[in-house]
Structure formats: C-alpha cells, structure tokens
C-alpha cells in the first residue's frame, strides 16, 4: 500500500501576518470622563452589596465634591442607573460621579502630604533618638574614589 501523505518538512505554516491583529480586552466598567477645565472628577460609591452607604456619600461631599449634573454629561446619559437616588446626576452601578474644583483638591492633597511628611519626620525623630554612638543603627559612611597615575 502506497503512502499518499506528504512529509512534515514539506509543509509550511500560515505566516503570522494571516493571523488577525486585533486584540480583545475586556470592557470597562466605568466609562472615561472627559477633562473639563477647572474640575477633577471621582466616582463616589453610593451603595454597597445592594445597601445604601450615606455615610460615605456625605463624607465626600463634606470633602468638596459635588454630584455633578446629567445635563452637563450628555455622553453619559445613556448609561446612568433606572432606580437611581440621583435622577439628575450620573450614576453607574451604585457609583456616583462627583466633581470638585481643581484649587480645592490641590489644596487637599497638599494638605495630606504635609500630614504624611510630618509623620515621617516623627518617626525618624523617634528612631534617632535610641542611636547610641557606641552602636548606631545607620552607620552614615562616606567612601571616596581616587584615581592612580597608573605607575608602579
């Protein structure tokens, strides 16, 4: 009986520009907010596991944020909840968008950054305050490089 097959070092593989160059990602939960001058934006959580979380709500908006308006958003209103608390303003999937003005959210994390430094400097203070010369816990050397002649 005769063999009809060809041989494997006869055959080629399809080259890789046959393959499709598109990659899927999966989609994002939350749509990407276009800059707006002046504002930062945030999606504040409303509710979680299907309760409703005033406190946080309040607590961000004590912060400085505010919902920010469906009608200024038109590419969102598509996509807002049916049964929403904000019927005004965008909300997806119990997550609420909220605004704050630019100046006023510098202005916080500035203030937070002065917090987290001082409280670095509390610890190194604290530290350095149970150095004994005798065994330091840093030992702060300094080396140097000098470079010969090249004689013998």
């Known amino acids: 009986m005769a063999d009809t097959r060809q041989n494997r070092d006869m055959q080629t593989r399809a080259a890789s520009s046959d393959r499709p160059k598109h990659v899927w990602t999966p989609p994002q939960v939350l749509p990407d907010i276009q800059?707006?001058?002046?504002?930062?934006?945030?999606?504040?959580?409303?509710s979680l596991v299907g309760k409703a979380d005033n406190t946080n709500v309040s607590s961000r908006f004590r912060e400085g944020w505010e919902a920010a308006p469906k009608s200024e958003y038109p590419e969102l209103q598509v996509l807002t909840d049916r049964d929403t608390r904000f019927p005004d303003n965008v909300e997806i999937g119990g997550l609420?968008?909220?605004?704050?003005?630019?100046e006023v959210m510098k202005a916080r994390s500035d203030f937070?950054?002065?917090?987290?430094?001082?409280?670095?400097?509390?610890?190194?203070?604290?530290?350095?305050k149970e150095n004994d010369p005798r065994m330091p816990l840093f030992k702060e050397g300094r080396s140097t490089v000098s470079f010969g002649s090249g004689r013998k």
């Open 112 to 128: 937070y950054l002065q917090k987290a430094l001082d409280q670095t400097i509390a610890v190194d203070n604290n530290l350095m």
């Open 35 to 46: 800059k707006r001058d002046g504002w930062d934006h945030r999606w504040v959580r409303t």
């Open 96 to 102: 609420l968008l909220c605004r704050a003005p630019t």
